[in-house]
């Protein structure tokens, strides 16, 4: 049996069970979609990849989240740098179109 991955996936409805065996219209509810284009977020499990992967023509895994032990945090640039940027000089007011002669 594999570990669990930790993190979660949304998963996206994007065709409706309409017209498809009880089993997969079984499969979307236990999921806990109900409208298409509903996205919902579920554990990374292969219990819900195992779900998602007996009705791939009906749901998207939209995103995979990977749980905050393992995300790297994005440095932002050092204060320096920003100041050390010159500033665009602020754009000119547009100038005013005249009214047409039929408008007051």
Known sequence: MQAKRGGTIKIKLVRSPICTPEKHKLVVKGLGLRKVNQVVERPDTPVFRGMVNKVPHLLAVVEEIAPA??????????AEAVAAKEVPAAEAPAAEVPAAEGEA
């Open 69 to 78: 032990s393992q995300q790297v945090p994005v440095e932002a640039p050092p």
